[in-house]
């Protein structure tokens, strides 16, 4: 087996490796987010103000995950390319 193929297989099994810890994160994501509004829903104690910063928080905290799985699939995309 040449490296460019032994290359190739590794980065498949690297990408794979990444989009299923990402899929469970997202799916973490997606339960403290339930977790934090039904907690907002219930917590009349808290200003809106401060309501409005977790929600804020939370949505940032997806933006960034959305961000780095684009860029991690097209740093892939890139090595793959390369090694074609």
Do not use: C
Request: proline content about 1%; charged content about 35%; hydrophobic content about 40%.
């Amino acid at each position: 087996m040449d490296q460019k193929e032994l290359m190739r297989q590794m980065l498949k099994f690297n990408k794979t490796t990444f989009d299923n810890t990402f899929s469970a994160m997202v799916l973490m994501q997606e339960q403290m987010d339930r977790m934090v509004k039904m907690f907002l829903d219930q917590a009349t104690w808290v200003p809106k103000e401060g309501k409005q910063a977790i929600t804020d928080w939370v949505k940032a905290y997806k933006k960034g995950g959305e961000d780095l799985k684009k860029s991690m699939d097209e740093g892939f995309k890139k090595l793959d390319e390369y090694l074609v």
